[in-house]
């Protein structure tokens, strides 16, 4: 599975972005997609995930903040990114599976400044 991202970029802090993640390939066996995080000299780590289904789980750190949606007949996803906060500044990786991340696009940079 291809996944493309894209969203990412430059906003203050109190700001919002909206990240947009596509499936292409064999996407027929795909349950799972969510995004993770990277932030320099961090590991990467869990931001939100959504089935298939429709079921959600989110890191405590963005509950009440972000929103993950999918729409699945155009296999895409979305991280609706509201009240950002500096400490959010990484790049996102979107990702997807059967029950966890398998394939892995190329990320996106969103930077919040203070």
């Known amino acids: 599975v291809q996944l493309q991202a894209s969203g990412g970029g430059l906003v203050q802090a109190g700001g919002s972005l909206r990240l947009s993640c596509a499936a292409s390939g064999s996407i027929f066996a795909i349950n799972y997609m969510g995004w993770h995080r990277q932030a320099p000299g961090k590991q990467r780590e869990l931001v939100a995930s959504?089935?298939?289904?429709?079921?959600?789980n989110y890191a405590d750190f963005v509950k009440g903040r972000f929103t993950i949606s999918r729409d699945n007949a155009k296999s895409t996803i979305y991280l609706q990114m509201n009240s950002l906060k500096p400490e959010d500044t990484a790049v996102y990786y979107c990702n997807a599976g059967v029950m966890a991340p398998r394939d892995w696009g190329k990320g996106t940079q969103v930077t919040v400044s203070s």
């Open positions: 959504i089935t298939r289904s429709g079921n959600t």
